[in-house]
């Protein structure tokens, strides 16, 4: 079975995100959706939060579960056996970010191998740091999210 780790801060799970996360599961018997538990970093929605999130808007996606890390990425997939890192790409900046990361998951654990996908034209310009901006100041956020957490996004941000 080809599992692949699709990991990420996911807060909160886009549109881009989650077009990956459905061509993945077409590409690898399964996707685990691995959300970085990182006390450190201000999120707007809490770990708990996010996984449910995006366990809302895969759920009709069979091959697909969601979890939390804490951690070394290379360490959680070493403990699940698994060793892939699957990534998504819009710009050259993601490019290079992908490629240093790529490089020392490698430089850790030579077992592994991440594979990017790009993403769909027309995801290119979404980011969860843009969702959350437009929202905060009441732009639209429709078509930037899963329609399933638009309003979970806007009361979040109203708190
Ligand atoms: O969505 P993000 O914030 O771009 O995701 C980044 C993530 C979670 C994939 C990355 O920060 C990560 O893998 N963090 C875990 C710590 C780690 O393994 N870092 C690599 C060595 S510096």
């Given at each position: 079975m080809k599992i692949a780790v699709y990991p990420g801060s996911f807060d909160p799970i886009t549109n881009g995100h989650l077009d990956i996360i459905r061509r993945g599961s077409k590409v690898f018997d399964k996707i685990i959706v691995a959300v970085l538990i990182n006390v450190?970093?201000?999120h707007l929605f809490d770990i708990d939060e996010r996984v449910e999130l995006i366990k809302k808007v895969t759920s009709d996606i069979e091959n697909v579960?969601?979890?939390s890390f804490?951690?070394?990425l290379?360490?959680?997939l070493k403990e699940r056996n698994?060793?892939?890192i699957l990534k998504g790409i819009r710009t050259t900046c993601d490019f290079e970010y992908e490629m240093q990361?790529?490089?020392i998951n490698k430089e850790l654990n030579n077992d592994i191998e991440t594979i990017c996908m790009m993403s769909?034209?027309?995801y290119l310009h979404i980011s969860s740091s843009n969702v959350k901006q437009i929202a905060e100041f009441n732009g639209?956020?429709?078509r930037l999210v899963p329609k399933e957490i638009l309003q979970n996004v806007i009361d979040k941000i109203k708190v």
């Open positions: 450190e970093k201000k579960e969601v979890v804490d951690g070394l290379v360490n959680f698994i060793n892939v990361m790529a490089i769909s034209p027309e639209s956020i429709e």
